[in-house]
């Protein structure tokens, strides 16, 4: 996305474009995969973590990002790909590798749908599978 894409997607959600919000924006399109935290620092090095904390926070509570727990201990994050709120779109299988410890997202497998009773409103899902990525196999 170009520089005033991302200015208008931000504004279309509601969020005012800063400079560092564009800048996290910009190097969590970078990545093809879910990236933490401690990833997105070690991208951003001239950037403080409690900003980029804030950042994310920020677009997670606006559906620009979604937070994927892998079992790895920290949160991975990842740009949303839905254009609306309260979505399924973006809730699709993640893998974990137990070997290099990246996950990877399987757009194509959507996590499965699950009947709840009636008081309960479901606001996430999370769905890992652990293994042995191809390219760790490959390794070998």
Same mark, same amino acid.
């Given at each position: 996305?170009?520089?005033?894409?991302?200015?208008?997607?931000?504004?279309?959600?509601?969020?005012?474009?800063?400079?560092?919000?564009?800048?996290?924006? /910009?190097?969590?399109?970078?990545?093809?995969?879910?990236?933490?935290?401690?990833?997105?620092?070690? /991208?951003?090095?001239?950037?403080? /973590?409690?900003?980029?904390?804030?950042?994310?926070?920020?677009?997670?509570?606006?559906?620009?990002?979604?937070?994927?727990?892998?079992?790895?201990?920290?949160?991975?994050?990842?740009?949303?790909?839905?254009?609306?709120? #309260?979505?399924?779109? @973006?809730?699709?299988?993640? %893998?974990?590798?137990?070997?290099?410890?990246?996950?990877?997202?399987?757009?194509?497998? +959507?996590?499965? /749908?699950?009947?709840?009773? @009636?008081? %309960?409103?479901? #606001?996430?899902?999370? %769905?890992?599978?652990?293994?042995?990525?191809? +390219?760790?196999? #490959?390794?070998?």
């Amino acid at each position: 996305m170009e520089h005033t894409e991302i200015e208008q997607h931000l504004q279309n959600k509601g969020v005012k474009p800063t400079a560092m919000r564009i800048l996290v924006y /910009r190097v969590l399109e970078q990545c093809n995969h879910p990236i933490s935290l401690k990833q997105l620092e070690e /991208r951003m090095v001239t950037a403080d /973590r409690s900003t980029i904390f804030r950042t994310l926070n920020l677009l997670l509570k606006n559906n620009l990002v979604h937070s994927i727990e892998d079992g790895s201990g920290s949160l991975k994050y990842e740009l949303c790909t839905s254009q609306s709120h #309260n979505t399924f779109d @973006d809730q699709h299988v993640h %893998f974990y590798c137990e070997k290099c410890s990246r996950t990877y997202c399987l757009h194509h497998i +959507n996590i499965p /749908r699950v009947s709840l009773p @009636d008081e %309960f409103v479901i #606001n996430s899902a999370n %769905f890992i599978i652990k293994g042995i990525c191809p +390219n760790c196999i #490959n390794k070998k």
